[in-house]
T-cell receptor, first 113, second 116 residues
Framework: AQTVTQSQPEMSVQEAETVTLSCTYD???????LFWYKQPPSRQMILVIRQEAYKQQNATENRFSVNFQKAAKSFSLKISDSQLGDAAMYFC??????????FGQGTRLTINP | GAVVSQHPSRVICKSGTSVKIECRSLDFQATTMFWYRQFPKKSLMLMAT?????????EQGVEKDKFLINHASLTLSTLTVTSAHPEDSSFYIC????????????FGEGSRLTVL
């Protein structure tokens, strides 16, 4: 079974600085998708960024970018120019085939003003 | 973007009673919806996949008689927690698939169930 591991339960960063959240996963598949979701205090999950495994180019969405290392099964999220509104729980997730998302344990990100 | 709404957002019930949680896609039709359970400070665990017009597919370890899922229309799926017990207290979240691309999922606001 696929597993997703986030080894950082909590992270903090100064406003305007850059922070990287780690994620590793385990799968025997070659074609799959990886995601980072954000869960703010309102609790509603919001998609931050998506990466297709067959694409070598790292996905980027404005201040959010990923470092996808397929061989190492690593998928980290970099947040540049951190803003107070970035404070949330961040979940790494894996999806293959039937669109069942497998989530990591989550990383709570705190932004220090 | 697409909107998924859950109701109620919070519910408190007595042990032994049943509670129904609704998940609606407000501006699109969702043939597939997913139900997750989230324990405090924990990740989301998929409970079941709900397909319109057919029986839900439950994940291993999830009691289908305990957690009844009905997806009677393209815009509504319901989760009924039957004979609720305190250990069923949790945050329940639904998501709906919008298009055909993996990850095109929109999540509801979640429903916090507290069983006394």
């Amino acid at each position: 079974a696929q597993t997703v591991t986030q080894s950082q339960p909590e992270m903090s960063v100064q406003e305007a600085e850059t922070v990287t959240l780690s994620c590793t996963y385990d799968t025997s598949e070659s074609d799959y998708y990886l995601f980072w979701y954000k869960q703010p205090p309102s609790r509603q999950m919001i998609l931050v960024i998506r990466q297709e495994a067959y694409k070598q180019q790292n996905a980027t969405e404005n201040r959010f970018s990923v470092n996808f290392q397929k061989a190492a099964k690593s998928f980290s999220l970099k947040i540049s120019d951190s803003q107070l509104g970035d404070a949330a729980m961040y979940f790494c997730a894996y999806c293959q085939g039937a669109q069942k998302l497998v989530f990591g344990q989550g990383t709570r990100l705190t932004i220090n003003p | 973007g697409a909107v998924v709404s859950q109701h109620p957002s919070r519910v408190i019930c007595k042990s032994g009673t049943s509670v129904k949680i609704e998940c609606r896609s407000l501006d699109f039709q969702a043939t597939t919806m997913f139900w997750y359970r989230q324990f405090p400070k924990k990740s989301l665990m998929l409970m079941a996949t709900s397909n319109e017009g057919s029986k839900a597919t439950y994940e291993q370890g999830v009691e289908k008689d305990k957690f009844l899922i009905n997806h009677a229309s393209l815009t509504l799926s319901t989760l009924t927690v039957t004979s609720a017990h305190p250990e069923d207290s949790s945050f329940y979240i639904c998501s709906a698939r919008v298009g055909s691309e993996p990850g095109e999922l929109f999540f509801g606001e979640g429903s916090r169930l507290t069983v006394l």
